[in-house]
């Protein structure tokens, strides 16, 4: 049973990876939509057997969204009468419909089929165009498809199962989001706009700054400083407003700046901390001597 489960995982895989022998294009079409009702499912002749494993591509447009264009890749591998390793990828930049599933059902020969609902979630969907590939070449699963509009009836569709979204995205190359001018030379993402995240954690390949607090690391005297201040405006190291304003921030280069500003000013302050702890006891010494002093002078006010 294992064996032949993972059979079915690595013909899946390969399916998904590496291209498939039997390549189907423009299996059934599909015209103006209405946003009402929101679903439609798809009659296929993919029998519910253990040999394919189909990917159907579906291209269209969602009109009520934009204008978005819809490039959607479904897959799964059914074995011993259940679906597995479903799922379906949206192309990156294209809309995605609001549900799929996937049932099985009885077509006018008696064979139990596949059967798959896309949900356009309200808006006006329209133009589909579904395409199709498997391992294997079985060119009488992939012809005589119908449509219908609405949910897959209940009482004709048996194991309905939800398709998920496959989560991981992975690109070759260079992305660009809100924008078509591609990153420049040396940079994989350009993004027009504002980003949030709740935490971003930044690799460095060059050394943290922690060689500041080594024996032996001279930081410089704060006279030598402010004179570089008066002179360039900016820190020492830090990049002048103008060169941000001409090339931008590198983040990760300007944060270890600045932790190194901050150590070094740290140790800026335990030296001042040191001259201030000697000149209290230095006070305190003055002010010894003062009352000693005054005893003295009273003493000698008494003698005469």
């Given at each position: 049973?294992?064996?032949?489960?993972?059979?079915?995982?690595?013909?899946?895989?390969?399916?998904?990876?590496?291209?498939?022998?039997?390549?189907?294009?423009?299996?059934?079409?599909?015209?103006?939509?209405?946003?009402?009702?929101?679903?439609?499912?798809?009659?296929?002749?993919?029998?519910?057997?253990?040999?394919?494993a189909p990917q159907l591509h579906i291209t269209g447009y969602m009109y009520g969204n934009s204008n978005k264009a819809l490039d959607i890749t479904i897959g799964w591998y059914h074995y011993q009468s259940s679906f597995y390793w479903t799922q379906y990828h949206s192309q990156?930049?294209?809309?995605?419909?609001?549900?799929?599933?996937?049932?099985?059902?009885?077509?006018?020969?008696?064979?139990?089929?596949?059967?798959?609902?896309?949900?356009?979630?309200?808006?006006?969907?329209?133009?589909?165009?579904?395409?199709?590939?498997?391992?294997?070449?079985?060119?009488?699963?992939?012809?005589?498809?119908?449509?219908?509009?609405?949910?897959?009836?209940?009482?004709?569709?048996?194991?309905?199962?939800?398709?998920?979204?496959?989560?991981?995205?992975?690109?070759?190359?260079?992305?660009?989001?809100?924008?078509?001018?591609?990153?420049?030379?040396?940079?994989?993402?350009?993004?027009?706009?504002?980003?949030?995240?709740?935490?971003?954690?930044?690799?460095?390949?060059?050394?943290?700054?922690?060689?500041?607090?080594?024996?032996?690391?001279?930081?410089?005297?704060?006279?030598?400083?402010?004179?570089?201040?008066?002179?360039?405006?900016?820190?020492?190291?830090?990049?002048?407003?103008?060169?941000?304003?001409?090339?931008?921030?590198?983040?990760g280069e300007v944060v270890k700046l600045q932790q190194k500003k901050i150590e070094e000013l740290t140790l800026h302050l335990i030296e001042k901390d040191k001259e201030i702890g000697k000149l209290k006891k230095m006070e305190a010494k003055v002010n010894e001597l003062d009352?000693?002093?005054?005893?003295?002078?009273?003493?000698?006010?008494?003698?005469?």
């Amino acid at each position: 049973m294992k064996k032949l489960m993972l059979f079915g995982l690595l013909t899946l895989l390969w399916s998904f990876s590496f291209g498939q022998n039997g390549s189907y294009p423009g299996i059934l079409k599909i015209n103006a939509l209405e946003s009402s009702p929101a679903f439609f499912y798809i009659n296929t002749n993919i029998p519910a057997t253990d040999n394919p494993a189909p990917q159907l591509h579906i291209t269209g447009y969602m009109y009520g969204n934009s204008n978005k264009a819809l490039d959607i890749t479904i897959g799964w591998y059914h074995y011993q009468s259940s679906f597995y390793w479903t799922q379906y990828h949206s192309q990156l930049g294209y809309a995605k419909p609001a549900r799929i599933r996937l049932g099985k059902y009885i077509n006018s020969n008696g064979v139990t089929c596949i059967r798959v609902e896309l949900s356009n979630g309200g808006v006006y969907w329209s133009n589909y165009t579904i395409s199709a590939t498997d391992q294997k070449d079985f060119p009488a699963y992939y012809s005589g498809w119908s449509f219908a509009l609405g949910e897959m009836p209940s009482e004709s569709t048996t194991e309905i199962r939800e398709v998920p979204q496959q989560s991981n995205i992975t690109i070759q190359g260079k992305l660009s989001i809100g924008t078509d001018t591609p990153p420049p030379a040396d940079y994989k993402l350009a993004v027009a706009g504002k980003i949030i995240a709740e935490e971003l954690n930044i690799k460095l390949r060059s050394n943290w700054p922690d060689y500041v607090f080594e024996e032996g690391y001279k930081v410089g005297t704060l006279e030598a400083l402010e004179s570089y201040i008066k002179a360039n405006k900016h820190l020492p190291e830090m990049p002048a407003a103008r060169d941000i304003e001409e090339n931008g921030l590198v983040l990760g280069e300007v944060v270890k700046l600045q932790q190194k500003k901050i150590e070094e000013l740290t140790l800026h302050l335990i030296e001042k901390d040191k001259e201030i702890g000697k000149l209290k006891k230095m006070e305190a010494k003055v002010n010894e001597l003062d009352q000693k002093l005054n005893l003295l002078l009273q003493q000698l006010n008494k003698t005469h």
